[in-house]
């Protein structure tokens, strides 16, 4: 009789131990082996290190009976970029069930981030093996990023995630009616909790401190480099504003040592203690050994982590630019953005909004998923023209673009006797002229 083998793939630390939640909360059958395939993503592999090298894996091995490397298999080609040709698919099968020992092993795959490389090649290359996906981060409640074969997307079963922001439902993966199933947050926090207890290199922090979270944007080209280190001071000055006289500062793991320098400057001139964190290690671990007093940040998932499982202080910035600016607009790091926008205060304290509840929060998400993705997501229709009809106006307008909804005939948009405007040569001639005229005054 063949043996069961699961393959568990992850590309960060928080991925990992989001598996590691999940097994001990048995979201799996048993199986005769479980193998931790580690995708190593980032844009320069060889200069970072991989999961399983990063201080704190080590309680997390244990969940595994072996540790594989994606980036070993296909070296020398980049994980992210890697994909074989259609026809060469059973025989890259072949040749990983005999680099990994798998045999003629019933394979069953669990996946992050589906619908791009490194997880949609796995999923290709075994093409007989059910898929269980599971989210490690905001982008779980959008919608999904490209159309997925149906060759793969009819192999979901089910959508793991946490329970980020109680009472919305993941739209990712439901064009294949995919059932979500909550992880038990109990069971993510003594993942956490071990896995800080097993970092020993983490310098003392000072208490009561606000922590600044850095998550690389400009890597993205969200930001320009000199955006985001202007980014990062201004949350510096936000929770000086707010009496914090001792900042800590977490970088992202892989961005460059220059934005640390530009708080160190802004620290001296405002005379206040910085600590910076060049430990490899998670924001939640922090959360755990540290409190700090606040986390700032611009939508990090680590936001909603220090909310909704720490019940810590927290507070956005820059969210507002971003949005208007995120292109295309069918960018993934668009519901994020939305969410914290939407959800948590704002640093300086200057807009105060109301709460929203479940069901508006639900039709927001809805609206802004289908106008990502609309091809995807026919069905969605009926809901965003809704949640348009009802509520678009200056408080949630910013989270769509006109042209956009235009272009969709939803509400919102420029208006049916001018709708001729967009396809109008003559419009178009005028709108330049008076851009160019506009640009030649400000010189």
Not at 11 to 28: K, M, N, P, V
Not at 131 to 139: K, P, Q, R, T
Not at 303 to 313: E, G, K, Q, V
Request: charged residues 20%.
């Amino acid at each position: 009789m063949s043996r069961t083998t699961q393959i568990f793939c992850a590309s960060t630390l928080y991925g990992a131990a989001t598996l590691a939640a999940a097994i001990e909360s048995d979201c799996f059958p048993a199986a005769d082996r479980r193998l931790l395939l580690v995708c190593n993503n980032s844009a320069m592999p060889e200069t970072t290190p991989a999961v399983d090298e990063m201080p704190g894996f080590a309680p997390l091995r244990e969940h595994f009976d072996a540790v594989l490397s994606y980036n070993d298999a296909i070296r020398p080609f980049h994980p992210g970029a890697w994909a074989p040709r259609p026809d060469d698919l059973p025989l890259f099968e072949r040749y990983l069930r005999m680099l990994w020992d798998l045999g003629d092993d019933h394979v069953s795959l669990v996946l992050e981030s589906i619908q791009v490389n490194p997880a949609l090649t796995i999923a290709q290359m075994f093409t007989d093996a059910p898929i269980d996906v599971y989210a490690d981060g905001l982008m779980s409640y959008g919608p999904t990023r490209n159309k997925i074969d149906p060759l793969v997307g009819t192999r979901v079963r089910r959508l793991l995630h946490l329970d980020l922001v109680p009472g919305l439902t993941p739209l990712l993966l439901t064009e294949f009616d995919v059932t979500p199933q909550i992880l038990p947050t109990s069971a993510f926090l003594k993942v956490l909790g071990r896995l800080g207890d097993s970092v020993a290199e983490l310098p003392p922090l000072p208490e009561n401190s606000a922590l600044l979270l850095g998550q690389y944007l400009s890597a993205l080209d969200i930001l320009s480099p000199q955006e985001e280190e202007d980014l990062h001071v201004r949350m510096m000055r936000g929770a000086v504003a707010r009496g914090h006289r001792s900042i800590v500062f977490k970088p992202h793991p892989t961005a460059p040592a220059r934005f640390s320098r530009a708080l160190e400057a802004e620290a001296d001139k405002l005379e206040v203690d910085l600590t910076v964190l060049d430990v490899p290690v998670l924001a939640e671990t922090l959360f755990e050994k540290a409190r700090p007093a606040l986390v700032v940040g611009c939508f990090s998932t680590a936001l909603f982590t220090a909310s909704a499982f720490y019940d810590l202080p927290v507070a956005r910035v820059g969210t507002a630019p971003l949005l208007d600016r995120l292109a295309p607009f069918q960018n993934s790091n668009r519901i994020p953005l939305t969410l914290a926008d939407a959800l948590l205060p704002e640093l300086d304290g200057k807009q105060q909004r109301d709460t929203l509840d479940a069901e508006t929060l639900t039709g927001l998400v809805t609206a802004v998923g289908f106008v990502m993705q609309p091809q995807i997501y026919p069905g969605k229709r009926p809901a965003a023209e809704r949640f348009l009809s009802q509520h678009f106006g200056p408080g949630t307008q910013r989270y769509f673009k006109r042209r956009r909804l235009t272009s969709l005939g939803l509400p919102g948009g420029i208006p049916e006797r001018l709708s001729f405007l967009p396809r109008s040569s003559t419009a178009r001639r005028v709108v330049r002229r008076a851009r160019a005229l506009r640009k030649a005054v400000r010189r």
